[in-house]
């Protein structure tokens, strides 16, 4: 398939984004010049830079095959690195289940993307009491849906976390199967925003909830 041509939405009955790349002609000469200016702006990780990794056909939602393994590839060369990155064991354990894009009836049809993945808590991301750790769960939580917002919308929504705030609720032991949902809020230039809710699927309790803020990184500052 074509990166030039994929639509980003896969279903027929979905609007016609195009793909990440931004299109030659715009509607308007406002819209033109703004992607313009991103298509001159140096991006700190861009998605369609990384190598194909893992397989994305078994993840559902309505982004198209293309858009959801270049999600895919963002989260394992930049969320799981190599075997000598922190959290590596943990990230590639991560399974996402779904990956969606669709217009918020609240914000005016303005577009909001959701991922959901899926993790078996294992030994290894447990404290001293035999619980998942509020670090590991942090780690967990940093995943946003903002790259596929950011895909949809010919913005990189691959940032820095700027800031974090999580609300613990309720422990989770070894075996225990999470679902992790997080939507985006909001999308500028450079700010972006996502909430995050994590679920133990064997009991059903709320594990943590959390709100985050991320950022593209000025390139000469890193």
């Known amino acids: 398939m074509s990166s ?23 509607s308007s000469s406002s819209s033109s010049r703004e992607n313009h200016l991103r298509r001159r702006i140096p991006a700190w990780v861009d998605p369609e830079s990384l190598a194909n990794c893992g397989d994305a056909s078994q993840i559902q939602g309505n982004v198209s095959p293309y858009v959801k393994q270049l999600i895919l590839n963002t989260f394992i060369a930049y969320g799981a690195g190599d075997e000598h990155c922190f959290g590596h064991s943990v990230a590639k354990a991560v399974k996402f289940v779904d990956i969606s894009v669709y217009g918020s009836h609240e914000k005016q049809s303005r577009m909001e993307a959701t991922t959901v993945a899926e993790i078996v808590v294992s030994k290894s991301m447990l404290n001293g009491a035999g619980m998942l750790h509020g670090g590991c769960l942090a ?9 596929a917002l950011g895909l949809v919308r010919n913005i990189n929504g691959v940032g820095v976390t700027q800031s974090m705030n999580i609300m613990f609720h309720s422990p989770a032991p070894a075996g225990s199967c999470l679902r992790i949902t997080s939507t985006s809020v909001a999308m500028g230039a450079r700010i972006m925003s996502a909430r995050c809710e994590v679920v133990n699927e064997t009991t059903g309790s709320v594990v943590a909830s959390a709100y985050l803020n991320k950022m593209q990184p000025k390139i000469p500052k890193l």
């Open 4 to 26: 030039r041509s994929s639509p980003v939405y896969a279903s027929a009955a979905s609007p016609a984004y195009e793909s990440y790349t931004p299109s030659a002609s715009s």
């Open 139 to 147: 780690f967990l939580i940093d995943n946003t849906p903002l790259v």
